[in-house]
């Protein structure tokens, strides 16, 4: 288990990594994860929902994503709130005051996922969250040192020395954890270092001779971490490329923002990602609207931004709009939510840009599905992960045929478009017969440039960490 001596220090790259690194080694790998709070999240073949990061850590272990692999997912809908998957299934939402309370409830279904997946590897590299000297959590704590004592699963402590103190992370961790829990760590590992590598050595030393763990090696900064899907909105930054500019407004609950990925790995196309209180630039070609996983909420807070008056001003320019998920509901005339599903039962006018009506309903779509792009005929694959059903006359102008059904919906003058359709841009036949209708010229194999990035890792991992002393480690389970 790879736990982190603090937040975003790299755990889910590191396991990403290592994963690749011991499948080329010729071992059967499987990834992990506890608990997980996100709302980028993957559809699974059986309909369920994992977090991202672990769909891309089932790709680094060459096996398709399963609902094991994070039996459970916590997707915020507010700053109290979280809508809460088990083992792929919705099963309500929790305040976070319930939610610590009833985690013991949940250790026995994490527990069974883990050892059913667990049977199927020779090696199982398990994810923690956050980090385990947030000892204000350990109470009936299900994602860090209590699961790793209720499985018996060794523990390797990651550090980030790019944020600076990292000595004080990795010795201050030993220092608050519990005594059964620090016996639990078996050796730690610095991330993120810029420059030689040489010049901490005597860091290491200062380590080692606080905790007493043994080091496996220091890890320097990965260039190439941006060419992977991200996990968390925090990690989203804007790409400069090429003159085709795409601004992306940042919701406050933004959600499967996957979508994005492998435009930022167009070296003709710059994603500008917008945050609150800056207007949308005037010069941007296309305005993309992201999923929300609220998307009342997300419309006031684009209102409150004054985006939707830049909005309009970029569509009486005859710039293009294109809404996925949260974002198409967004462009209709009206949401009804009179079930009170995203909260009280409302309805509200939406920004009146497509000739389209949303209605929330409490059966939640979650599906991968197969579509044709109408308009050229390219095939593609994406997933559905959504509560509304949509309906208006834009909706007779859809672009995509999934199953026989139209999906999407464009406006009258053509400018806007919005679907369901998550995933579509990894498809490159897809992407580039998009771009190409702004005159953009795509020869880009994202996925092999994603498995590329994932060989690359493994490769940096297999000349700075000493995996034969992780793979023995490894063994210390009883």
Known sequence: MVQGAGSNVGKSLVVA?????????????????????????????????????????????????????????????????????????????????DFNAGKRDLLPVVLESFHRLAKQAD????????????????????????FARAANVPVVLLGDIDRGGVIAQIVGTKVVLDSEDAKQIVGFAINKFRGDIGLFDDGLKAIAAHTDWPSLGVLSWFSDAWKLPAEDAVDLNSREGGPFKIAVPMLSRIANFDDL?????????????IPPGTPLPSDATLVLIPGTKSTIADLGYFKEQGWDIDLRAHHRRGGRILGLCGGYQMLGREIRDLNGIEGRPQSVKGLGLLDIETEMQPEKIVALRHARYLPTGDSL?????????????DCDRGWLDVAGRSEGATSG??????????????????????????????????????????????????????????????????
């Open 17 to 97: 990594g290592l994963l690749r690194s011991f499948r080329n080694r010729g071992l059967n790998v499987r990834p992990f994860k506890p608990q997980n709070m996100s709302n980028n999240a993957a559809v699974t073949k059986d309909g369920g929902e994992i977090g991202r990061a672990q769909a891309l850590q089932a790709l680094a272990a060459g096996v398709p994503p399963h609902t094991d692999m994070n039996p459970v997912l916590l997707k915020p809908e507010s700053d109290k709130s979280s809508q809460v998957i088990v083992q792929g299934r919705a099963q309500g939402k929790l305040h976070a005051p």
């Open 123 to 146: 090696l199982t590299i398990v994810e923690g969250a956050g980090s385990p000297a947030e000892t204000n959590l350990r109470l009936n704590d299900i994602a860090n040192m209590g």
């Open 261 to 273: 990925d492998p435009l930022r790995n167009e070296p003709a196309v710059t994603v500008e990602m």
């Open 381 to 393: 694959s994406g997933y559905e992960i959504h509560i509304g059903r949509t309906r208006g006359p």
């Open 413 to 478: 003058d053509g400018l806007i478009q919005g679907c369901y359709l998550h995933g579509l841009f990894a498809a490159d036949n897809f992407r580039a017969s998009f771009l190409n209708s702004f005159g953009v010229t795509s020869n880009v194999n994202y996925h092999h440039e994603v498995d590329q990035v994932l060989d690359n890792l493994a490769a940096q991992l297999e000349e700075q960490l000493d995996l034969d002393q992780i793979w023995s480690l490894s063994q210390l389970v009883s």
